[in-house]
């Protein structure tokens, strides 16, 4: 199993961006994926997380602002993040846990097994 997250890039804050996350696996559907971001000198942070029956939840510093949405048919999931503020800026990872029941989520990094490699996000003031 491998994920690639993508999308990441510089923007201004109170911009959009959206980023990918594409899954190599044949069951995709028996995933549940998150989002963690890392700034320089913090511990990973939760972002949002989509259960296999696309339940969602969201950290608390994004509620509102970002939508997490998958697609299995492509083996993808979206991060759309609205009102970017400087905050915001770290690298964000993708993360991925096989469940055999379709609602749990996953908020704590060590829930997952398989992990992407990351993508940039900057937004400047």
């Known amino acids: 199993v491998q994920l690639q997250a993508s999308g990441g890039g510089l923007v201004q804050a109170g911009d959009s961006l959206r980023l990918s996350c594409a899954a190599s696996v044949r069951a995709f559907d028996r995933y549940a994926v998150g989002w963690f971001r890392q700034a320089p000198g913090k511990e990973r942070e939760f972002v949002a997380a989509i259960s296999r029956s696309s339940n969602k939840d969201y950290g608390d510093s994004v509620k509102g602002r970002f939508t997490i949405s998958r697609d299995n048919a492509k083996k993808m999931v979206f991060l759309q993040m609205n009102s970017l503020k400087p905050e915001d800026t770290a690298v964000y990872y993708c993360?991925?846990?096989?469940?055999?029941?379709?609602?749990?989520?996953?908020?704590?990094?060590?829930?997952?097994?398989?992990w992407g490699q990351g993508t940039l996000v900057t937004a400047s003031s």
């Open positions: 993360a991925g846990r096989s469940t055999i029941l379709p609602y749990p989520l996953g908020t704590v990094p060590s829930e997952y097994n398989v």
